[in-house]
């Protein structure tokens, strides 16, 4: 029997090469490498690689070399101490490496009286040293989340745990415009700061115009080596601005910071947040080390009051004990009555638990990161979207799979699904197509094409008639989805016979689309959207024209939220700043700083609640941020329909 032909192309180790690029940073080496190998072009470019792969490969090999040195079952390879090298030839011995002395080239080094050091380089004393950052995780009441069972921990037996670890990230103190920029098109939710390396949030593609360099020919044509690491880039290509190094807290000059409460009980970046849509003193946030928080906030004191909102007891915390290196939380999903909430994570497993922090039942179906969860509007269903390429459907009271869809063929990853009505539901991926599938049949009966990169984002309107994707090719697209099932449109897998509204005037991918609930009669309805091109911009959904571009932002957006009555819109950005604007007047009406260090603000969510109004904010500082909105005039006044002449914000930028 002729053993199976084992093949290795270039192409396949260009885009591991690549990939591992991208895990370490080094951006402008895997753009280089992107377009001189024209990966592009390649049918591996799509495929999902996971993180770290090419080090796990590598490993293999060192087992392999290892088997291949020591078959035999002498005394000299059965206690051989010597390591294994990728480029140095393995030499069996019985001697501990750890025992020789170091080579004279690292006996002679040249020796420096720390004296003569600069300040920043002497050794910090006990009383410069920063503060040790207090472990919340012991007054905590930590519920462990089953993991994925049979799995081996990949290698620990056998290979270090330096071996399999990606490089250390150097500590910049603020960023490159084609780092950041590159993450954009990465589509990670990372700060601007890349202290402890990449915060990855999205899958790795790449979208195909590779628009990196959005700063000034002077700054484009410095060397790495020389680059003016204070710059960032700027929507216009042709404006470079300086990262604002100021403190945490309101933008004017006249809101008591005290009405931003810090919740800090993670120990790592924070992904995503989430209130209980029925009991508003619930609110999830969930962050890159696999946890889930569920805090019990008090109830704020009224807007009238002096005093301010108290901080809540330790949080129940729901410990993703998974032995995967990468649990990061993509999203958090309460159904309507609040009871249960939906659990997406790197990990591939499907959890959903109760208010309390009880697991209701969780499942290991997916076999790639899950991106999004959904529960349909009655609470029977709940929707994954996978990296695998598949939605999955599943039975909530049941506890059990319903269904798994495969629309997205070829190796396409499934970034986000939205439910149309109780039955309906649309799956958008990474191959530029929308399905629009009913949960008892196999296969969509729908298919909606208009963009011509991934799609990452796709929203309903409230009255289900049409829906909104945003894309990497810059776009957003509103699609009429109310006569589906009618006349030649329950044909399964009829393409769409009838182009959606196209949005364009962003110049780079769109990641968030909103739909405005402030509809008067007579009038169409609004759309947001937010882009990595740092701005955010209202349309005109039935016409497609641009109202208002929102330029306040100085890096790229990460989320944009409507208040739940559409008069407000909130975006975040990866620059620190959570701005608040007011549909009607297009102002900005209230900002806040996350802080210099770590200023990313990842996701947002607004609640308004029986009088509660807040929003809360996933910060990349390993904090979550509570606003108590009612605690701000401007935007009381102007919510409750009274004309101001006051000056909308006075804001130092």
Partial sequence: MTAAPIIITADEINCLIYSYFQDSGFNHSAFALRNEGRLQNSPYFQKHIPRGELIDLLSKALLYLEVESHWRTDSLTTNCKAGFSLLDPH???????????????????????????PVSAQRPTASSAPAPTPSYATSQTKIPLP???GLPRPLESTISKEATTLPEQPKLQSPTPDSAAADGNAKRKTSPVPIDGHVEKRARHMSTDMDIDGTSDSARSKSPGTRDMSVYSQPDATKVAKVEMRSRGPGDFVTDPRVVLLLPGHQTEVFVCAFNPKMPNLL??????????VWNLPNPPPATSPDFAEAPEDPIALENVSNFSQGDLTSLDWNFDGTLLAIGSYDSILRVCTSSGALHFSHPQHQGPIFATRFSRNGTWLLTASLDGTTCLWDVKEKRLHKQY?????GYCCLDVEWLDEDTFASAGADMRIFIMRVDEDESIKTL??????????????????????????????????????????????SA?????????????VSTVGWSKDHPAGTNELLATSSFDGTARLWDSVTGECLHIFKDHKGPLYSLTFSPNGKFVATGSGDGWLYIYH?????????????SGKPGVFEIDWQD?????????????????????????????????????????????
Avoid: Y
């Fill in 91 to 117: 030499i069996c011995s019985l001697d501990d490496p750890s025992e020789k002395s170091p080579p004279p080239s690292e006996m002679n080094m040249e020796t420096v009286d720390s004296e003569k050091l």
């Fill in 147 to 149: 993991t994925r069972s």
């Fill in 284 to 293: 999830a946030s969930g962050s890159k080390d696999g946890v889930v928080n």
């Fill in 406 to 410: 495969r629309c997205h063929k070829g």
């Fill in 449 to 494: 094409i208009g963009h011509k990169d991934e799609i990452n984002q796709i929203r309903v309107n409230p009255s289900g008639t049409r829906l909104a994707s945003c894309s990497d090719d810059g776009t957003a697209c509103i699609w009429k989805v109310d006569n589906i099932g009618k006349g030649v449109d329950n044909i399964p897998g009829l």
């Fill in 497 to 509: 016979s009838e182009q959606g509204v196209m949005l364009k005037g962003h110049n780079h991918s």
């Fill in 583 to 595: 549909i009607r007047s297009r102002e900005r009406v209230w900002s806040w700083f996350a802080g």
């Fill in 609 to 653: 609640h029986e009088g509660i109004n807040r929003i809360a904010m996933a910060l990349e500082c390993r904090q979550v941020a509570v606003v108590d909105v009612a605690k701000l005039d401007l935007l009381r006044t102007l919510q409750n329909g009274i004309r101001t002449t006051a000056r909308i914000e006075n804001v130092p930028i």
